[in-house]
Nanobody, 128 residues
């Protein structure tokens, strides 16, 4: 059974920092190199891309709105990814979701439809 479990959400003041974690287990061996991504969904808005990281952890992509403030890293031994969020803004308030995708040629991993498995989400609230 595939499980993605997010943790680390909470309430923080604008300008502050949080670190989210996503622990992954149960992925099928056929998954090969797995892309792990983060998306977020604010109330009344569609789920939007935040960042993803490649299977080796060598490559990361960020949405323009978080580039320079968020850093995604991967601990291969622990099958865990970490999203370090700095200089948080009130606009960052959302439920943050971790997702896993098998590597496919020409897939757009900035699109949530590319992902096969999802976590339950963790709430991040940034107050002014």
């Amino acid at each position: 059974q595939v499980q993605l479990v997010e943790s680390g959400g909470g309430l923080v003041q604008a300008g502050g920092s949080l670190r989210l974690a996503c622990a992954v287990s149960g992925l099928p061996a056929s998954f090969g190199n797995v892309i792990l991504g983060w998306f977020r969904q604010a109330p009344g808005k569609e789920r939007e891309f935040v960042s993803y990281i490649t299977g080796s952890g060598a490559g990361t992509v960020y949405a323009g709105s978080v580039k320079g403030r968020f850093t995604l890293s991967r601990d291969l031994g622990k099958n865990t990814v970490y999203l370090q969020m700095n200089s948080l803004k009130t606009d960052d308030t959302a439920v943050y979701f971790c997702a896993a995708a098998r590597v496919r040629p020409l897939a757009n991993f900035g699109d949530l439809r590319a992902y096969d498995y999802w976590g339950q989400g963790t709430q991040v609230t940034v107050s002014s």
